[in-house]
């Protein structure tokens, strides 16, 4: 077995789906006409980072991974549109092409922000909400630190060897396994003008701008489950409670000793509780 079939894209199918005059991509398994389950990956991520996660439900499902605007392989939208409505947009286009009337809908950090609201603004798209270790809004420090960002070139690294070597995950704090690590290193980079650089906009940091979402969570009407990491900075036990209190019916669960990046710290785990959860 190499290392594509351990992760689990080897047996996914690569789509371009052409969404509000963007060329959007992303990762596709299961059989069309089965129901829609969407992911949708972090800040500065893509479509790979539920490689360890989204084959496990092929058979249940028809899945697609979404390299969002601005990730991946995925095109960067000129001039630079990141705000939440943006994001969300998109995904009506996507349920579009896909001929998905309703769909689950799982989201890691950016991408859990960008399914909450999504949830709220359109709930009869949306027939359950999974929440994965992400916040209904951004600290205005911490939103400024992520304008900063967007201010600085790219990295550019000589070789991909390098470029591999390079990448850390942020927050840094992870028990990944590094083959899965190096692996999504693999997957994110591109060579530009004879340097390796990431798959991802500048401006996506630079220009990004999320909704508060604490006044749209008593909207969601689906059934909700909140994942967070035991020791995540991101998502704190207290402001998860909170935000089951808030989503009507929501459930919390807890994933003991792993961080933000859950979904990579304990695949296993959280499949598990995925699949209690889309399928019980």
């Keep these: 077995m190499n290392r594509l079939q351990r992760f689990g894209c080897e047996s996914a199918r690569s789509r371009r789906l052409t969404v509000n005059a963007l060329s959007l991509h992303g990762l596709e398994w299961g059989a069309p006409g089965l129901s829609g389950l969407l992911f949708l990956h972090g800040g500065a991520a893509h479509a790979h980072w ?11 499902f028809h899945v ?32 579009e092409a896909l001929g ?26 949306v027939e359950r909400l999974v929440i994965v ?12 630190m ?12 000589p070789t991909p060897e390098a470029a591999v070597a390079a990448f850390r995950l942020l927050p840094r704090p992870t028990v990944a396994p590094p083959a ?10 591109v060579e530009r003008e004879g340097k390796w650089t990431y ?22 009407a689906c ?22 209190e808030k989503i009507p019916g929501a459930a919390l669960v807890e994933v003991p000793g792993v961080y933000h990046h859950l979904v990579l710290d304990a695949p296993d785990a959280f499949v598990a509780h995925l699949g209690d959860f889309l399928l019980g």
Excluded at 146 to 157: A, E, F, T
Excluded at 183 to 188: I, P, V
């Design 50 to 60: 539920f490689d360890a996660v989204a084959p496990a439900f092929a058979d249940r």
């Design 64 to 95: 697609l991974s979404l390299d969002q605007r601005g990730h991946g392989e995925s095109q960067w939208p000129q001039p630079p549109a990141y705000r939440t409505e943006d994001f969300c947009r998109d995904l009506l286009g996507v349920m």
């Design 100 to 125: 998905w009337r309703t769909m689950a809908l799982v989201g890691h950090s950016m991408g859990g922000h960008n399914a909450m609201a999504f949830a709220a603004w359109h709930p009869e798209r």
């Design 133 to 144: 270790d992400s916040r209904p809004s951004i600290p205005e420090d911490r939103l400024a």
């Design 146 to 157: 992520m304008h900063g960002r967007g201010d600085r070139p790219p990295r550019r690294h």
């Design 180 to 189: 899965l690590l190096a692996h999504l290193a693999r997957s994110g980079i």
């Design 199 to 220: 798959r991802f906009d500048p401006a996506c940091n630079g220009t990004r701008q999320p909704v508060d979402a604490w006044p749209l969570l008593a909207r969601i």
């Design 223 to 244: 059934p909700t489950l909140i994942v967070r990491g035991e020791k995540s900075p991101i998502l704190p036990r207290p402001m998860a409670e909170e935000m089951a």
